[in-house]
């Protein structure tokens, strides 16, 4: 399993809640960490940091000796690191993992936000160093505050919304947190590392969802490695008789599996691990198609067989719609 996850922790402006910004990174225990908008005096606890330089460097007046843009958190060992179109607003670092070398490109895709002239402007370098780190290697991770939403119009331009998608689609990339409301701070990853052996699911979850530590909402992605058990539920069991649409897909380098679709247009299905059942949905066909499931519910295992085929049956009349 690998834990990616960014929050903008908004230039540290709730340093007095120091305690509690801390441990809120501690609870996601994530493997890879980009902090953005960020001050030295936050130091969650990591072998690794790799970071823009200190912003006092360029103005000493507007910001804190201790400030910079981008920090990441990690476990892993960097083997190299790679020039970006401003090193003080991105970094890229080549990290050493257990499911092969990855590059993690970090970044704030606006400094003054999407309404700012310089916005697109620096967005088209961004992507410039997109393409050209896709060039060099197909396993990279784009992570950090893109002050662009892409499942609502809370905060987003147009030109902005469609240079990004262009990019990701051009370089095989894509936006695993996209369909995420209200989420301006995203974790996209390219197809070929999604698709390696090792790897199965994906879960997305956020947190300081009230933005009392932030303005932001932190946003994390699960990848989930391959297991046998969890991938070995019958969901015909489970949902024959619900009247909901059978489907079948074809998912990276694990054949086919299966779910059910209802008439709101989502993706369902039941999974297993450690003890619990767990029920999960993908808001559409493009979610379900890349294994993008988020856990809406769990049940034991050690319910009889019957019990758990009436539980999913009870749960899907009281949250799903069926066709």
Same mark, same amino acid.
Request: some cysteine.
């Given at each position: 399993m ?10 540290l402006k ?10 809120e ?9 980009v902090?953005?908008?960020t001050?030295e ?5 990591y072998?690794?940091?790799y970071k ?17 843009r981008?920090?990441?958190y990690?476990?892993y060992?960097?083997?190299?690191? /790679?020039?970006?179109?401003d *090193?003080y !607003? ?5 990290? $050493?993992?257990?499911?092969?070398n +990855?590059?993690?490109?970090g970044t ?5 936000g ?8 620096d967005l ?7 393409t050209?780190?896709?060039n060099e290697?197909?396993?990279?991770c ?10 609502d119009?809370?905060y /987003?331009?147009?030109?902005? *919304?469609? !240079? ?5 689609? $051009?370089?095989?990339?894509?936006? +695993?947190?996209g369909h995420r409301?209200e ?5 996209a990853?390219?197809?070929?590392f ?7 699911a994906?879960?997305?979850?956020e ?10 909402k932190?946003?994390m992605?699960?990848?989930?490695p ?11 069991v ?8 059978r ?6 380098a ?13 993706y ?5 691990f450690s ?5 999960e949905d ?6 379900a ?10 049940f ?11 539980w999913?049956?009870?749960w ?8």
């Amino acid at each position: 399993m690998m834990r990616i996850a960014t929050w903008n922790v908004e230039r540290l402006k709730h340093y007095k809640d120091m305690e509690r910004l801390l441990s809120e990174i501690e609870k996601i225990k994530a493997d890879i960490l980009v902090l953005t908008e960020t001050d030295e005096r936050l130091q969650p606890d990591y072998p690794y940091c790799y970071k823009t330089p200190l912003l006092q460097e360029i103005r000493p007046i507007y910001y804190k000796s201790t400030e910079n843009r981008v920090s990441i958190y990690t476990k892993y060992k960097c083997v190299r690191e /790679y020039p970006t179109y401003d *090193r003080y !607003t991105a970094i890229c670092v080549e990290l $050493e993992t257990e499911y092969g070398n +990855l590059l993690v490109y970090g970044t704030i895709m606006g400094i003054l936000g999407n309404r700012d002239k310089s916005f697109l402007s620096d967005l088209k370098k961004q992507m410039e160093d997109i393409t050209r780190l896709s060039n060099e290697t197909k396993r990279i991770c784009i992570l950090g505050d893109y002050n662009l939403t892409f499942g609502d119009n809370y905060y /987003y331009t147009k030109a902005g *919304r469609e !240079t990004v998608q262009k990019c990701f689609d $051009e370089n095989g990339v894509f936006l +695993l947190t996209g369909h995420r409301s209200e989420c301006i701070d995203h974790i996209a990853v390219s197809d070929d590392f999604m698709h390696d052996e090792k790897l199965s699911a994906v879960s997305v979850d956020e947190w300081n969802i009230d933005r009392s530590l932030s303005d932001h909402k932190g946003t994390m992605v699960e990848i989930l490695p391959k297991d046998p058990v969890f991938e070995g539920v019958d969901q015909d069991v489970f949902f024959e008789g619900t009247g909901f649409e059978r489907h079948e897909f074809e998912y990276m380098a694990h054949g086919r599996f299966v779910c059910y679709k209802g008439r709101d247009g989502a993706y369902y299905r039941v999974d297993h691990f450690s003890g619990i059942y767990v029920m999960e949905d993908a808001e559409n066909e493009e979610y379900a198609r890349k294994g993008i499931f988020e856990d809406t519910d769990t049940f034991p295992d050690y319910l009889p067989p019957g019990e758990r085929v009436l539980w999913v049956h009870q749960w899907l009349k009281k949250y799903a719609v069926a066709n």
